[in-house]
């Protein structure tokens, strides 16, 4: 007798988490018309009984491995290798900390060297499908250097906007890969604003972050691979540093979505949220038990990643955390730049401000008692150090 076939994939269409509005993703588009972020959707219940876990074993180890669980693409699927990076026992680190079970997930292995590869791997790939011609986006580095990349790969112009003060890695990286690059006096904030004046008549689709919805999607795979890393046993705690926060929102989003699947059943990790005491916005949202976070006025980070002055998904990030019993830390850039020492020192990997930002939080925590000697912590190195000189000489 034979097998049925599992469907090429479960995405049932985008609701808006605001206000409740539905659409079917058959063609391009931003935010909700109410100006909230759109999430994807999928028939999880069809999903349970027809995709065991099991299936993924012999699979690529990218992050299309869960391709049943994020939007297709169909033929305009684009993959650089992005996904299944190492998450690494971090027992000497660990053993200095006081923690029995640490663990650090290097988003450094992604192409263009940082976890905005998972997110432009499905936004770009999405993007050709529904007929883009054109991409443009802000960025703080990263973003901007995995769209190039992508964008280079399916044939699509692409235009980035980025700060003055962006490091010049970021810049070069981005123009090798074909993208005309604006550099804009001021933060990310002030980048999206210029990219938003421009766009009448200039014929691109915005690829801002949380400003269409399958960014968010390729960054969730963080929270499959995790717990397919773990024999789908998920961790106590996850460190995550936050900027736009759209990896904190989809790890969340994928806790919720593999316990609706029957593939974990233990309770969901608790998320910290990380950022830089010059630029802190969701932090200062959290302690004063605000539902939303007011923009920080003149952010100030040598971390690029986390110099965000307002998220649009600020209410999601909040909610991920408390709903999850998470807490949100600010740290100092000084404490960046001792937690990327302690970590190339004690477990070989070079990584940039915002990784070494996760120790600095993870120390803070120990010290008050809310993470346990025993709790199984995940610490997120988004990205590699190599981008980032002048935070390895300090």
């Not at 002055?309 to 730049?337: H, N, Q, W």
Request: aromatic share 8%; with cysteine; charged share 20%.
């Amino acid at each position: 007798m034979s097998v049925p076939a599992v469907p090429a994939n479960f995405f049932a269409g985008l609701e808006c988490p605001r206000c409740g509005a539905w659409l079917d993703g058959q063609s391009l588009v931003g935010t909700c018309a109410c100006g909230s972020p759109l999430l994807a959707r999928y028939r999880l219940e069809e999903a349970a009984t027809a995709l065991p876990r099991e299936a993924l074993a012999a699979r690529e180890p990218t992050l299309w491995r869960y391709h049943e669980m994020l939007p297709d693409p169909g033929a305009h699927r684009i993959c650089l290798g992005e996904g299944f990076t190492p998450l690494l026992p971090a027992v000497t680190l660990g053993d200095e900390l006081g923690l029995s079970r640490l663990y650090l997930k290097d988003e450094a292995l992604n192409p263009t060297g940082s976890f905005k590869a998972r997110g432009m791997a499905t936004a770009v790939s999405m993007a050709k499908a529904l007929g883009a011609t054109r991409l443009a986006l802000p960025s703080a580095g990263n973003a901007g250097s995995a769209a190039a990349a992508y964008g280079a790969r399916a044939g699509l112009a692409v235009d980035l906007f980025l700060p003055e003060s962006t490091p010049v890695p970021f810049r070069l990286e981005a123009e090798v890969t074909g993208a005309r690059v604006h550099l804009i006096p001021g933060s990310i904030a002030d980048c999206g604003a210029a990219l938003r004046k421009r766009t009448a008549g200039f014929g691109w689709f915005d690829l801002s972050t949380l400003r269409e919805p399958y960014r968010l999607e390729g960054k969730k795979t963080m929270g499959y691979e995790i717990a397919e890393q773990m024999g789908w046993q998920l961790p106590d705690v996850v460190v995550y540093p936050t900027g736009g926060g759209t990896g904190l929102i989809g790890m969340w989003k994928a806790f919720a979505e593999m316990e609706a699947l029957g593939w974990t059943t233990a309770a969901r990790p608790r998320m910290v949220s990380v950022q830089a005491e010059g630029c802190a916005p969701i932090v200062r949202a959290f302690e004063r038990g605000e539902e939303t976070a007011a923009p920080w006025e003149d952010p100030r980070t040598e971390a690029s990643g986390l110099r965000v002055p307002s998220a649009i998904g600020d209410f999601l990030i909040l909610r991920a955390i408390r709903e999850s019993g998470g807490t949100a830390v600010a740290v100092s850039d000084a404490e960046m730049r001792a937690g990327i020492r302690r970590i190339g020192r004690t477990e070989g990997c070079v990584t940039a401000p915002e990784g070494g930002a996760t120790v600095a939080a993870v120390q803070r925590l120990l010290a008050c008692g809310w993470i346990r000697p025993d709790d199984r912590v995940v610490l997120f190195l988004t990205g590699t150090g190599l981008k980032y000189l002048e935070s390895l000489t300090g």
